[in-house]
């Protein structure tokens, strides 16, 4: 137990009790801590979790999950007031005490109203994350009509030998994981389907895949038929670089549970035979005809681990690819960038400073392909982006090495 944070909280008798703290996002172990039960009425369970203190559910399960969805309709209905007032005062400063969602919705400053969209998120977060399901050893729930989260809770953590405590929105996402996971995702271009992990990037805007699966493959892979997946997470691109006939495909990931999950999915599908899975930060050793990558898209601070495959401070992985790339293309290859331009729209990352980088990198530009997104907040109007998202491409950017002229596609 001392190896791993604790939670201590204290029961309706005086006698106090601690467990592990389990936070797959890092939050820290809540620091006030109240048993509630199913007499714990809404709005007081509302006050509570709104100052910070978390509630620790000794009651039936159904009834906690009933409590989360009165939670967030007390916020949903405070964001609807504050942005409301915003929109009447027609001022882009919310009122003192304003969820940060009324001032999305009133800033013209695209970069300023994201960063106030993610503050919201973190909130939010933080608030419906105070609702806490204590877990026995095996994670057996001991609540009444609590469900059975031994095989979804064991993919996400391994084994466990002792009690600990968690979120209720931790573990519905837990459970929702699983589910997909069982399910699959659906992906056109492979006529088959993805069954991403716990904590794996999940391919659901699959428009990027369209464009990997079309775009010319460089004249190069005669002479080497090789490719490279950097980032390949649950190994759907390197399942779509082996469909299209190469060979050999390489593909990097930094976190070992998104190579087991390639791993699973490259086994499915029949083309693991054709797939070395590398455990390495971007790059393998030598030099390949075809590097493809399709790094986060909006340099920000992801909030959870599954969030790192949207969210990277100061495009580092970006960065990273663009500044190694040229070293590792063998004469006459092509990499292949994989990129929305959301962060362009929002203010986060100009068009000259993607090129500059590419520059700068002894790349050019030889050639690139568009898409528009399919997902449905691209035409929901009441999304506090929409204006970006309306907006948004993703492209395929060919790269090869600067001053060397452009070899015909395969």
């Known amino acids: 137990m001392s190896d791993h944070p604790t939670l201590t909280w204290t029961d309706a008798r005086g006698l106090t009790h601690t467990a592990r703290w389990r936070s797959e996002s890092g939050v820290s172990a809540p620091r006030r801590v109240m048993v509630a039960d199913d007499q714990t009425p809404a709005d007081r369970a509302y006050r509570l979790v709104c100052e910070g203190t978390a509630l620790l559910w000794q009651g039936d399960f159904h009834n906690a999950r009933q409590l989360l969805q009165a939670l967030v309709r007390r916020l949903d209905k405070r964001e609807t007031r504050d942005r409301a007032a915003s929109t009447s005062r027609g001022t882009a400063k919310p009122a003192s005490g304003a969820a940060p969602d009324a001032a999305v919705h009133a800033s013209p ?48 953590y391994g084994p466990a030998d002792e009690a600990y405590v968690l979120s209720l929105r931790e573990l519905q996402g837990l459970i929702g994981a699983h589910e997909w996971r069982k399910k699959g995702v659906a992906i056109p271009a492979l006529q088959a389907a993805i069954h991403p992990h716990y904590g794996v990037f999940s391919p659901l805007r699959g428009e990027y895949l369209d464009l990997v699966a079309q775009a010319p493959l460089p004249a190069a892979l005669q002479a080497q038929n090789e490719a490279w997946d950097i980032g390949t997470g649950t190994g759907v691109l390197a399942a779509v670089l082996a469909r299209r006939g190469i060979a050999r495909v390489r593909a990097t990931d930094l976190a070992p549970r998104a190579l087991v999950c390639a791993r699973e999915n490259l086994a499915r599908l029949g083309v693991l035979s054709q797939v070395d899975l590398l455990q390495t930060d971007l790059f393998p050793d030598g030099q390949a005809p075809l590097v493809v990558c399709n790094p986060p898209w909006v340099p920000a601070r992801p909030h959870s681990s599954v969030e790192q495959a949207v969210y990277d401070p100061d495009s580092r992985m970006l960065r990273g690819f663009l500044q190694g790339l040229a070293p590792h293309l063998a004469p006459g290859g092509e990499g292949w960038l994989i ?12 068009r000259a400073e993607l090129l500059g980088w590419i520059e700068a990198a002894g790349l050019q530009v030889l050639g690139r392909l568009d898409i528009r997104p399919r997902h449905g907040k691209v035409t929901d109007p009441d999304d506090p982006l929409h204006a970006a998202r309306a907006a948004e491409l993703t492209s395929l950017w060919r790269l090869g090495l600067a001053g060397e002229a452009a070899s015909p596609a395969a």
């Open 109 to 156: 400053d695209p970069a300023q109203a994201f960063h106030l969209h993610r503050k919201r998120q973190a909130e939010r977060a933080r608030i419906l994350g105070q609702v806490l399901i204590p877990v026995e050893a095996g994670h057996r729930i001991a609540l009444r009509r609590a469900p059975d989260v031994v095989a979804a809770c064991t993919e996400a």
């Open 339 to 350: 990129l929305s331009d959301l962060a362009e729209h929002l203010g986060l990352r100009s």
